[in-house]
């Protein structure tokens, strides 16, 4: 697998940011607004795994809708004009197209890239502080209180689904904080999920969507019902280096 364009291109668990509520992480982000995103009274529960399935073969020839969707929806990017100073292999990069090429045929066809939601995270095995977490309901965050910047998870991450904030960032949403001298990634739209669960729609799949594409399928991997299980069992679902267990969230079709 080889890289091919890198398109130029939150509530965090509540008992860990309810211990600091009030305190400005950000200009205009405040613990205590973050922790709002989710009622109390609904804890997440392992009832439920989210996930992803994404159909390769109805990508479009170089679309890059799901990346700019996700800048917006997030606040990366130079969609907002993040990170003015840094590199482009600085900036950050919570999902890239990337490119597969078959080296005998030469045949190539393209895939969007993020953080795949490992069901066992070298990410949050490796993190000293416990900042790389993963939720009972299997998404994969960064706490950004407490991470200290070491990126030990970056390194330990097979997907290269991290990136690392070297600036100061100006205009940040309230849905997806972030800081200088932190390390992130696709949080599978966490707001939106703990927002309107089985029904959410992250920003990938809205606007690939909006595009005609409709690659993307969330869902409860638990639930037999719901739509991304009823298409694995009916088409299976290839994980990228399955040889490694990780056992991932974010499952392809057409590779
Ligand atoms: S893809 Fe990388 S960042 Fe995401 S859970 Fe797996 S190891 Fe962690
Ligand atoms: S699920 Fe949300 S955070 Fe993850 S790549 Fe899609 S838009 Fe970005």
């Known amino acids: 697998m080889s890289e091919h364009v890198d398109t130029s291109r939150r509530r965090f668990l509540g008992g860990t940011a309810g211990a600091a509520a009030g305190i400005s992480i950000a200009p205009g982000v405040f613990l205590n607004q973050v922790a709002q995103a989710k009622p109390a009274d609904q804890p997440v ?8 399935l994404i159909d390769t073969n109805k990508c479009g020839d170089g679309c890059d809708a799901c990346v700019r969707g996700c800048m917006e929806e997030n606040g990366w990017g130079d969609i907002h004009n993040s990170e003015p100073h840094s590199s482009p292999e600085q900036k950050a990069q919570w999902i890239r197209i990337v ?25 949050v095995d490796v993190c000293p502080t416990g900042a790389s977490m993963k939720r009972a309901d299997g ?23 991290r990136s690392f904030i070297h600036e100061d960032l100006q205009d940040q ?34 606007a690939c969507a909006a595009e005609g594409h409709d690659a993307f399928v969330f869902g409860d991997m638990n639930d037999p019902n719901s739509e991304i299980s009823r298409q694995l069992a009916l088409h299976g679902g290839t994980q990228i280096r399955a040889d490694l267990g990780l056992d991932l969230g974010v499952r392809y079709r057409g590779i």
Request: aromatic share 4%; charged share 20%; proline share 7%.
């Open 45 to 52: 529960s392992s009832d439920n795994r989210w996930g992803m």
């Open 139 to 161: 998404i994969v965050l960064v706490d950004k209180h407490i991470c200290i910047g070491c990126r030990y998870c970056m390194m330990a991450c097979p997907y290269k689904a």
């Open 173 to 206: 949403l309230v849905v997806a904080p972030r800081g200088k001298g932190t390390v992130e990634s696709c949080t599978l739209c966490v707001h939106r999920v703990d927002k309107d669960g089985a029904d959410a729609v992250p920003a990938c799949a809205e």
């Open 99 to 123: 490119e597969l090429r078959d080296t005998s045929t030469g045949y190539a066809h393209q895939l969007p890239l993020m953080c795949q939601h490992c069901k066992h995270p070298p990410c």
